[in-house]
């Protein structure tokens, strides 16, 4: 007895996991297979969710990572730099300059449906330079009064703040940073001695922290009055 080889065409009415099985007659006698089988229909493209870099963001390490709403798998060409798979969705790509770039995913399902997704990104993985300008270090003031903290910072495509640190807490801000210029941070400083220092966060995360110096505020001198009196007269 030969065994026969069938093929049958069968038009879906939904996207899903479908049960079969087949029944061979012969006369007044049917057979099916002793389990069934599934099928999944699938023609919808996977959607592309970016995870790192988002479009526009600032990253400081050139690290792609994408997410899929299904199984499937994903490559990256990064224009004029490099292209090639992602293991997991994650590829760290080396070698890549600050500045600009942009990114371009090809990602396919299981069942062969394409997507694809893209984003522009900006490098930028050097730490800002932050250099002191004033108060020198060591300086002295009498009574509490409202100091400005001046200092210059460099080695950054943007900033996201600077900020006077001292107590090892951030307690003042300015997020208006000028690169190449000296920039200033008030603050109304209390009786006490501080080290303190200044901290600049850039648009990709990375902090750049400045030397540590001195300041003391003394207590005013307080005030007194002393009075004395007496006289007399005489008379003739």
């Known amino acids: 007895m030969s065994g026969l080889?069938?093929?049958?065409?069968?038009?879906?009415?939904?996207?899903?996991?479908?049960?079969?099985n087949c029944e061979a007659v012969s006369g007044n006698e049917s057979v099916m297979a002793s389990a069934n089988r599934t099928v999944t229909y699938d023609v919808t493209a996977p959607n592309v969710s970016l995870v790192q870099p988002v479009d526009g963001g600032?990253?400081?390490?050139?690290?792609?990572?994408?997410?899929?709403?299904?199984?499937?798998?994903?490559?990256y060409?990064?224009?004029?730099?490099?292209?090639?798979?992602?293991d997991n969705l994650t590829v760290s790509v080396v070698n890549v300059s600050d500045g600009v770039h942009e990114v371009l995913y090809s990602c396919l399902d299981v069942a062969g449906n394409a997507a694809m997704a893209g984003a522009n990104f900006t490098l930028e993985s050097v730490v800002p330079e932050v250099t002191l300008v004033s108060p020198?270090?060591?300086?002295?003031?009498?009574?509490?009064?409202?100091?400005?903290?001046?200092?210059?910072?460099?080695?950054?495509?943007?900033?996201?703040?600077?900020?006077?640190?001292?107590?090892?807490?951030?307690?003042?801000?300015?997020?208006?940073?000028t690169v190449n210029e000296t920039n200033s941070v008030s603050k109304?400083?209390?009786?006490?001695t501080y080290s303190w220092q200044i901290n600049c966060t850039d648009a990709a995360g990375n902090v750049g922290k400045s030397e540590s110096r001195s300041l003391t505020v003394n207590a005013a001198a307080s005030s007194g009055?002393?009075?004395g009196g007496g006289g007399g007269g005489g008379g003739g």
């Open 5 to 20: 080889n069938k093929s049958v065409n069968v038009s879906f009415a939904s996207e899903g996991e479908h049960s079969w």
């Open 58 to 75: 600032f990253v400081s390490t050139a690290l792609l990572n994408v997410s899929l709403d299904e199984t499937g798998n994903c490559s």
């Open 77 to 86: 060409d990064l224009v004029n730099v490099s292209d090639g798979g992602m």
């Open 136 to 177: 020198v270090d060591g300086h002295s003031v009498t009574g509490t009064q409202t100091i400005a903290f001046e200092f210059n910072v460099s080695d950054g495509l943007s900033f996201e703040s600077c900020g006077l640190v001292y107590s090892e807490t951030e307690e003042a801000s300015i997020t208006d940073v």
């Open 188 to 192: 109304s400083m209390s009786v006490d």
């Open 225 to 227: 009055s002393s009075g």
